[in-house]
């Protein structure tokens, strides 16, 4: 079977994105996509976007990790597949609704940011206490806090992040079994007001990724509930620069971004 596919980088995030509205693939092909995302035997990327039809809405997004494993929801994924749609469907807008396996979601073309992601997921804010993660895993953070921005998130403010070892205690976190299905872990520290710096070890992935979405929006609603700050924050990852928007009460929350089309190809299985 010859499959077309799209690679898409979304600030170092990178994803496979496949026209599946005929559903010629299927999600469940756990060996295929593993092996797809392989970087020296495959294509090569964090996962894989599927976009398919939805009865109520411009289309449907299924996230495939690196690991074959599909999961709820990928902030980055979803702008990208956004870019994608935005090329292969037959109706252009400046926005799309979509649905991904838990919600619902908005993304639509921004002139300063490339594309602008409602996020519309936002729940278990501290459900769980991390301080006995700092405490028996020596991380070393001023505070941290847990909540699921469309998946779990731990986030943890450090210091020296760029020296930070980020796969070492990413993984101890994401494996933790204080969380039933894993989690994300993020570590941050504030550069200057309303700017961050994050780095993110993810689960699926299982290593640091040059940028993960969903993290990105997570560390940034912990910082503004940590300082206080209002409205936007700018955050630099390893892969470039994301911006989230937000209200007071973060029942709107805006994840912002550039997204670039690396190549396009085909595949045989």
Not at 186 to 210: D, I, K, M, Q, W
């Amino acid at each position: 079977m010859k499959i077309n596919f799209v690679k898409i980088n979304a600030t170092g995030n990178d994803f496979i994105v496949i026209d599946n509205r005929e559903g010629f693939v299927k999600a469940e092909d756990k060996k295929l996509w593993h092996k797809l995302c392989q970087l020296k035997t495959g294509i090569g990327a964090d996962g894989v976007l599927l976009l398919e039809k939805s009865s109520q809405h411009d289309f449907k997004m299924r996230y495939i990790n690196a690991d074959g494993g599909e999961v709820e929801m990928c902030g980055n994924g979803a702008r990208a597949i956004t870019a994608f749609a935005h090329d292969v469907l037959p109706a252009k807008k400046d926005k799309y609704k979509f649905e991904t396996m838990n919600g619902v979601y908005e993304c639509e073309t921004d002139p300063v940011h490339g594309f602008r992601l409602r996020m519309t997921e936002l729940y278990d804010v501290e459900k769980f206490n991390l301080q006995s993660l700092v405490t028996s895993l020596g991380l070393n953070s001023k505070s941290s806090m847990y909540m699921n921005t469309g998946v779990p998130h731990c986030v943890f403010e450090v210091s020296h992040l760029l020296e930070y070892p980020i796969f070492e205690k990413g993984k101890s976190v994401r494996y933790n079994s204080m969380f039933e299905k894993g989690t994300n872990a993020n570590f941050f520290e504030a550069t200057s007001p309303n700017h961050l710096r994050v780095r993110t070890y993810e689960r699926g992935v299982e290593n640091e990724t040059l940028s993960c979405g969903t993290g990105v929006t997570a560390t940034a609603i912990a910082a503004a509930k940590l300082y206080g700050w209002k409205n936007e924050i700018l955050l630099e990852t390893l892969g470039g620069r994301l911006a989230v928007q937000f209200n007071s009460d973060f029942s709107v929350v805006y994840l912002c971004g550039k997204v670039e089309k690396v190549f396009s190809g085909i595949v045989e299985n």
